[in-house]
């Protein structure tokens, strides 16, 4: 085929797949577009080298890829390795997110794409001829003595970016399963181990940033058979809080409700609308007529976010109280990896 062909091939094929786009598709692109995930510009259907991608950030070397069922299958997966490496090597990073993971938890990956970018910057040196995966060059990583993956809670997304920005911890990957998971915690262990064996030869260590997030304790035992080590906890409010602090106050806690800044920002979706409150307000107190606070512990101080929780506490009937936490436990777990 004529080489001067294949740019003007690629196009057409982007542009067809545009039109094919999924409706999940559609809904991720309805929040990448124009700009609107902090001014970042995303690019839909993108020609990337011998490829093309679902989303690209260029300024951020950011791609990402939404995934259907095909992608967990043999040689769809081994495909998506080859590319994603080739991908690596010429510059950019990849986060991949299944179409469940989007459909369950549209907020959770707009929260994870949102860190990468945070501490996203074009890498000092890009390779000018990347290997071919067409050649099966480039497959292997030969960083991966030195690597670490992070494997967390949507919720936590944006809070291990800016530790890992503010440490420059360059060496550390950040993975997320969805926050909403948190209303369905028997999916927690599974979806930790399954990360875990598709990254451990990619990785030299392997760490898990999720509390026991009421698992009944098949994280822990996850962790254990896998040889990882997870933060100590029962759940993010007592590792920000310090762990140590938190149990030193639970009998005079016992009657709060706990946000943190992503509950704070993502307040309608976790916890209104999971709870049907939206379209039976009348259920407010059977819910949390138990409560007679709530505490928003702070990671950042931020008078939007502020604002925000003192309107839950009114949406909810509650005495409001602020704690300035900053990020408790988390950062050290996260820069001792």
């Not at 085929?1 to 797949?17: E, G, S, V």
């Not at 080859?82 to 950019?92: D, K, P």
């Not at 809070?159 to 911890?169: M, R, S, V």
């Amino acid at each position: 085929m004529n080489q001067d062909a294949l740019p003007k091939l690629k196009t057409r094929f982007a542009r067809t797949r545009r039109r094919a786009a999924s409706r999940i598709e559609r809904d991720l692109w309805h929040q990448l577009r124009a700009k609107r995930l902090d001014g970042w510009k995303f690019r839909r259907e993108a020609p990337i080298g011998p490829d093309v991608v679902d989303f690209a950030c260029f300024e951020a070397k950011l791609v990402i890829e939404a995934d259907g069922p095909l992608h967990a299958k043999g040689p769809h997966r081994f495909a998506d390795q080859r590319r994603e490496s080739w991908l690596e090597a010429a510059g950019f990073r990849v986060l991949r997110f299944s179409e469940d993971e989007i459909l369950s938890d549209l907020a959770g990956v707009i929260e994870t794409i949102r860190s990468a970018l945070s501490h996203s910057s074009p890498s000092p040196g890009l390779l000018r001829n990347p290997p071919s995966p067409s050649r099966g060059e480039g497959v292997g990583n030969a960083a991966a003595s030195q690597k670490v993956l992070v494997i967390a809670c949507g919720a936590l997304a944006r809070e291990i970016g800016a530790i890992i920005e503010a440490n420059g911890l360059d060496h550390i990957e950040l993975t997320c399963l969805p926050a909403i998971w948190h209303n369905r915690p028997e999916k927690i262990a599974p979806g930790v181990r399954k990360l875990i064996h598709e990254n451990r030869e990619r990785f030299a260590k392997i760490a898990v940033a999720y509390a026991e997030c009421g698992t009944q304790g098949e994280l822990d035992r996850v962790c254990e058979e896998e040889g990882v080590e997870r933060i100590a906890g029962p759940h993010c409010y007592s590792f920000y809080w310090g762990n140590d602090a938190f149990a030193k106050r639970a009998d005079d806690d016992i009657d709060a409700f706990f946000l943190t800044d992503f509950i704070a920002r993502q307040f309608d979706s976790f916890v209104i609308e999971p709870l049907g409150l939206d379209r039976h307000p009348e259920l407010r107190d059977m819910y949390f007529g138990n409560y007679r606070r709530l505490i928003y512990l702070a990671q950042t101080e931020d008078a939007e976010l502020d604002r925000k929780a003192r309107e839950a506490a009114e949406r909810l009937g509650l005495t409001y109280e602020k704690r300035q936490t900053g990020m408790g436990d988390l950062s050290a777990f996260i820069a001792a990896r």
